[in-house]
């Protein structure tokens, strides 16, 4: 498909890339046909985000959970005071509007996962990992492997920070070739626990954007096989040379991983199991088998109506909000395994209780409510 | 000998707060266990019963080590070997 056509506005807007005989009309419009997915609104986030809708890069995507803090501002410059407490996607919206409000933004809420990975990245010609943990850095490389899409790499700890294109298809490396296996939690300290150089993010994003609006325009060379190191203290930069695994297991001449996995697992991040469940609790994972099998309970809902519009369990049987438990106690069998669920678990904690102590015997709370749920079963269960 | 080593910013606490770290020894190998002989705590951190860890790369010049002849690798003077670990930080 031939890159579209700018308008008037576009040129005025642009004209400091168009006089340029490297990105000129034809980069430019190749800027105007690419998209970019963004994993990761914050540090990293900030500064691509902010250049790549300036630069007029089309159709731009924003993946985050997180809600602005204040204690964020000191490095994510898409954000700002009046929005704190905001979704991050909808605050960069708001801030990459004001900028540029030629490009498309889409925002999605939500944390990726292997359910939703490759749905999010599809549409996207290029993935940029600006995340801050190794299990969505794991998934985010082999879901763009498997779709063969390039994926511009950041990380920063401190006053550190590393930069690289992923592009098997293209004959360079992929994360897993650099690092085939993550480290042990608790090896290596966090961001969170180290701090971070405030600025540090901007150099490193900005290096990021530097590279997707180079691969959209298809100008320069493209940081492919080649690991660029940062160090702020010394103000030094650094190359090493990175090379494709060919045993590598995702992007290797066999892969023997072909599709998403557990990454929380992959990564020994173990959710906490309840060892030793009481005689009337239940994990969510229990539940879930159990709700798969003839002998499934009869499961109660002791949230409120409008809260089931935004969440419920598959299959639930019986809707009695926590406070009308007492005069609708009759509608239960006490005959019957019942398992009751709220939010997070305490309302069904008290109606377990309260139906104890009317006689019933074979009743348990599902600990954790539909958050645990939604953690543990079903990624794609919203958390409110 | 005299082999260069730095030593990245996570690592930093395990090695005196040094970035770099001078050290005799004609291989890789050597020169990674003259170092945590020297900064024991460190060991931990980038071997695991003996072995490298996977996060854990470790290059001569800018030529990562798996494709040279891993610790096996022999050092001239006046090289630089530089450890990288994995680091995720983003936000
Ligand atoms: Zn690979």
Redesign the interface.
Known sequence: MAPPDLSNEEIRRYSRHLIMPEVGMGGQRRLKQGSVLLI?T????SPLALYLAAAGVGHIGLVDF?VVDES?LQR?IVHGTSTVGLAKTESARRRLHDLNPLVEVTTYETPITSANALDLMRPYDIII??????PT?YLTNDAAVMLGKPNVY???????G?VTVFSPKDGGPCYRC??????PPG?????AE?G?LGVL?GVIGTLQATEAIKLLTGIGEPLIGR?L?Y?A??MRF??????RNVNCPVCGDHPTVTELIDYEQFCGIVPEVQTLSSQYEITPVELAALLETPERPFLLDVRNSYEVEIASIEGTDLLIPVDQLAEQINKLDSSVEIVVYCRSGARSGQAVEMLKAAGFRKVKNMVGGVLRWSDEVDPTMAKY | MAITITI???LRQYAGNN?TVALEADTVGALLHGLIEQYPTLGK?IFDSGKL???V?V?VG???IR?LQGEATPLKDGETV?I????????
């Open positions: 990761g914050g540090g990293l986030g997180d964020n994510q990992d600006g995340t801050d943990n190794f850095r950041g990380s920063i700890f401190r006053f550190e590393q650099l690092y085939p296996e993550p480290p090896l290596v300290p966090s961001c180290g971070v993010p690991l190191l160090d203290l010394e650094r190359e090493l040379k990175l090379r | 990245p910013t996570a970035a951190h860890r996977s996060f790369n290059y800018d030529e990562d494709y530089s990288i670990p994995a680091i995720a930080g983003g936000r």
